[in-house]
């Protein structure tokens, strides 16, 4: 039972232009959101979060939105550059744990 | 400042062998979470320590998982009797000893096992 999904597992966009990745969820209960960046061989790092009392967190080129009645949070990268290829995984918590969504893999092309 | 260090980075076993993986958590981080990634999926949460003490082993399997975090040395995630099943990249992340952020996370690289 996956309770976050991300149902692109990759994603190719131009240099410059806007990368856009999505998270859905299932369960209702959770209260905060975060996005982590992974590259090939090292660990996840934190990029970004959103609380749910919120609706849009903003963090230089990373924006976070999240659509509570949908479940839904997306992740904006503007502009796109070569160095934000990586997988990047949304992650949800209620209390103390958080459960992460699979992840999709972001090809920035020069 | 080191990182989160994970060793070994690659760990093979044979079915029934014993697996040991050990975390050292960065200088002046004192709480310690495990996760495990397996193929094609997220990361998930196996147990969150602190010194000497296991906080939250929700997310660890009921048999053959242990983890500790003693007063000196590294952290060790063991996994007695390993199965293929248990083939998987499994990350440690540390965080400093005040309110627990997620944002303060800080993971290490992880360690693969492989069981053949």
């Known amino acids: 039972d996956q309770q976050v999904k991300q149902n692109s597992p990759s994603l190719s966009v131009q240099e410059g232009r806007i990368s856009i990745l999505n998270c859905d969820y299932t369960?209702?209960?959770?209260?905060?959101f975060l996005w982590y960046k992974k590259y090939p061989a090292e660990g996840p790092t934190f990029l970004i979060s959103?609380?749910?009392?919120?609706d849009k967190n903003e963090d230089g080129r990373f924006t976070v939105f999240l659509n509570k009645s949908a479940k839904h949070l997306s992740l904006h990268i503007v502009p796109s550059q070569p160095g934000d290829s990586a997988v990047y995984f949304c992650?949800?918590?209620?209390?103390?744990?958080?459960?992460f969504g699979p992840g999709t893999r972001l090809s920035v092309l020069p | 400042n080191a990182g989160v260090m994970q060793n070994p980075r690659h760990l093979v076993r044979r079915r029934g062998q014993e697996a040991r993986l050990r975390c050292s958590p960065m200088?002046?981080?004192?709480?310690v979470y495990w996760y495990r990634q397996l193929p094609e999926e997220g990361l998930k949460f196996m147990v969150y320590l602190q010194k000497e003490n296991i906080i939250d082993e929700s997310g660890m399997p009921k048999e053959r998982f242990s983890a500790e975090f003693p007063k000196e040395g590294p952290s060790i995630l063991r996994i007695q009797q390993v199965v293929r099943g248990d083939s998987a990249a499994y990350f440690c992340?540390?965080?400093?000893?005040?309110?627990?952020?997620?944002?303060?996370?800080?993971f290490g690289p992880g360690t693969r096992l492989t069981v053949t």
């Open positions: 992650a949800a918590s209620r209390g103390q744990n958080f459960v």
């Open positions: 959103i609380s749910s009392i919120k």
């Open positions: 992340a540390s965080s400093p000893p005040e309110d627990r952020r997620f944002e303060e996370q800080y």
């Open positions: 200088k002046g981080h004192s709480h």
């Open positions: 369960n209702s209960m959770f209260d905060y």
